[in-house]
């Protein structure tokens, strides 16, 4: 697809935090009452940076989560000394510039200390199976595990929405499992007992970007899936209907979850290679990222990709070159191709553009 989104910001800890917070003693009921409801930290109606004098319910979510990390401040939605104080000691124990402003690094930290310390659990004994819309202690637990298998790029925020749906299709696909993106038994089972590995770096293994790209056989095609648009990482995410042209109606896209045939490339080369490619871009733009070099279709070789458009860097498709097949001796392709289909393993096509991914 060539048509994208751009990438939005996910919420921070809202109020459903904030209610769970009354249980683990962050303010009094006098505070509660005098202070204004509480505001998430990345909601836009939240200055960009907080700062002394400001006095909000953005100032109210703000003095919660520094409680849960060990602050002892009145809640009263004041941005005074105490909270600034509160604002540099946190700054200061996580490596962050000491201002007291709390701007996108802070807010972001901040948040996540929070959802940490408002509670871990045992996913396999004190949580159900887990899916989106779920939220909670729960949820914050599922997010802090994944994010230790390179699943997602997730804020730890207890609420289980279309990133860490991505995050939780991404580890299943790599473990082995149902890819349905709900957390059961044995989605449990391997958080718990598969060992984490670093994503892959130094020279481009093909034979992993392959493997990578094979893990994702039979996953929808949808329009835009797998393009971070609602801040998810790579992998199977729901994608839009903004510029679809599909025969399929009503557009399917962003109720399905699933890769474009850029979205697979990308998702192949991240898992196989810890390469992200244009950071999510369309077909045009991942043949301008650095790590690509043009090549001509008599040098291609297995983990080579091949744009289709008219011309090299104006395109509109790519597949990924799998090599020959030993049972056939047929030239293959890991392909995305279009809504009503899935991602397949078929005879390769020719005459477009071939690039080489290089670290």
């Known amino acids: 697809m060539s048509t994208l989104l751009p990438a939005r910001r996910r919420l921070s800890l809202g109020l459903a935090l904030a209610a769970a917070l009354t249980a683990v003693g962050a303010f009094t009921a006098t505070a509660a009452t005098a202070a204004p409801t509480p505001i998430p930290l990345t909601s836009p109606a939240c200055p960009a940076n907080l700062q002394q004098g400001e006095a909000d319910g953005c100032v109210t979510q703000l003095q919660l989560e520094l409680n849960l990390t060990g602050a002892a401040l009145t809640v009263d939605g004041q941005f005074g000394p105490a909270t600034g104080t509160a604002v540099r000691n946190f700054q200061s124990s996580h490596s962050l510039a000491v201002d007291g402003i709390v701007g996108p690094a802070t807010k972001s930290a901040i948040d996540t200390a929070a959802a940490a310390a408002s509670g871990t659990v045992d996913l396999r004994t004190q949580c159900g199976d887990l899916r989106t819309g779920a939220t909670g202690p729960c949820v914050s637990t599922l997010q802090t595990l994944l994010n230790r298998f390179n699943a997602g790029h997730l804020t730890v925020d207890g609420q289980f929405g279309p990133a860490t749906d991505t ?99 990308r998702a192949a080369f991240w898992f196989g290679a810890g390469i992200d490619l244009a950071n999510g871009g369309d077909t045009s733009q991942q043949t301008l990222d650095r790590h690509l070099t043009p090549i001509t279709e008599s040098q291609r070789r297995p983990g080579d990709v091949e744009y289709f458009g008219t011309d090299a860097h104006t395109t509109h498709h790519v597949v990924l070159y799998a090599g020959t097949d030993p049972g056939t001796g047929a030239d293959m392709m890991y392909e995305a191709k279009e809504t009503g289909s899935d991602v397949h393993y078929v005879d390769l096509h020719t005459g477009g553009y071939w690039y080489h991914v290089s670290a």
């Open 167 to 265: 995050a939780v299709r991404d580890f299943q696909a790599s473990h082995a499992l149902t890819i349905n993106g709900i957390v059961g038994t044995a989605t449990k089972t391997a958080l718990y007992t598969a060992t984490p590995a670093p994503l892959p770096s130094g020279p481009v293994d093909p034979t992993r970007v392959l493997n990578a790209a094979k893990s994702y056989l039979g996953v929808p095609y949808v329009w835009g899936g797998g393009h971070s648009m609602r801040g998810e990482g790579p992998g199977p995410s729901l994608g839009t209907c903004d510029g679809y042209t599909g025969s399929i109606q009503p557009c399917p896209a962003d109720t399905t979850a699933g890769v474009d045939c850029s979205g697979l490339v």
